[in-house]
Protein backbone atom coordinates (compact mmCIF):
# COMPACT_ATOMS: atom_id res chain seq x y z
CA UNK A 1 0.00 0.00 0.00
CA UNK A 2 2.99 2.47 0.37
CA UNK A 3 4.07 1.80 -2.74
CA UNK A 4 0.90 3.36 -4.43
CA UNK A 5 0.99 6.38 -2.11
CA UNK A 6 4.36 6.92 -3.19
CA UNK A 7 3.52 7.02 -6.89
CA UNK A 8 0.36 8.94 -6.13
CA UNK A 9 2.76 11.99 -4.74
CA UNK A 10 5.10 11.31 -7.28
CA UNK A 11 2.40 11.79 -10.03
CA UNK A 12 1.00 14.98 -7.93
CA UNK A 13 4.64 16.11 -7.95
CA UNK A 14 5.45 15.85 -11.21
CA UNK A 15 1.70 17.15 -12.16
CA UNK A 16 2.55 20.48 -9.83
CA UNK A 17 6.18 20.95 -12.02
CA UNK A 18 4.28 20.85 -15.33
CA UNK A 19 1.55 23.03 -14.19
CA UNK A 20 4.24 25.75 -12.99
CA UNK A 21 6.29 25.58 -15.97
CA UNK A 22 2.99 25.73 -18.77
CA UNK A 23 2.16 28.17 -16.67
CA UNK A 24 5.42 29.98 -17.40
CA UNK A 25 5.03 29.35 -20.94
CA UNK A 26 1.90 30.95 -21.09
CA UNK A 27 2.68 33.88 -19.66
CA UNK A 28 5.83 34.74 -21.65
CA UNK A 29 4.31 33.84 -24.69
CA UNK A 30 0.93 35.75 -24.24
CA UNK A 31 -1.13 32.53 -24.89
CA UNK A 32 -3.72 31.44 -22.73
CA UNK A 33 -2.65 28.22 -19.93
CA UNK A 34 -4.77 26.46 -22.25
CA UNK A 35 -3.81 26.75 -25.32
CA UNK A 36 -0.42 26.11 -23.79
CA UNK A 37 -1.26 22.85 -21.80
CA UNK A 38 -3.11 21.76 -25.45
CA UNK A 39 -0.32 22.38 -27.65
CA UNK A 40 2.07 20.02 -24.84
CA UNK A 41 -0.10 17.49 -25.00
CA UNK A 42 -0.32 17.14 -28.73
CA UNK A 43 3.30 17.04 -28.94
CA UNK A 44 3.31 14.44 -25.72
CA UNK A 45 1.42 12.29 -27.61
CA UNK A 46 3.19 13.07 -31.09
CA UNK A 47 6.73 12.16 -29.37
CA UNK A 48 5.56 8.79 -27.81
CA UNK A 49 4.05 7.75 -31.36
CA UNK A 50 7.49 8.42 -32.79
CA UNK A 51 8.90 6.47 -30.10
CA UNK A 52 6.61 3.65 -30.68
CA UNK A 53 7.02 4.07 -33.89
CA UNK A 54 10.84 3.96 -33.70
CA UNK A 55 10.92 1.30 -31.78
CA UNK A 56 9.41 -0.92 -34.37
CA UNK A 57 11.66 0.37 -37.28
CA UNK A 58 14.82 0.33 -35.50
CA UNK A 59 15.93 -3.63 -35.81
CA UNK A 60 14.88 -3.53 -39.40
CA UNK A 61 17.50 -0.18 -40.18
CA UNK A 62 20.00 -2.18 -37.63
CA UNK A 63 19.99 -5.19 -39.60
CA UNK A 64 20.32 -3.54 -42.88
CA UNK A 65 23.65 -1.01 -41.38
CA UNK A 66 25.19 -3.94 -40.43
CA UNK A 67 24.59 -5.58 -43.47
CA UNK A 68 25.66 -2.64 -45.78
CA UNK A 69 28.97 -2.05 -43.44
CA UNK A 70 29.92 -6.10 -43.63
CA UNK A 71 29.50 -5.96 -47.69
CA UNK A 72 32.09 -2.94 -47.52
Given at each position: ???EDDEG???NSEMR???LELMKLA???GKSF?????????????????I????????SR???GSSSREDK
Open positions: MEGYSAYIAQKSEQVASEYMENTARLQEMIGGQEAQPRGK
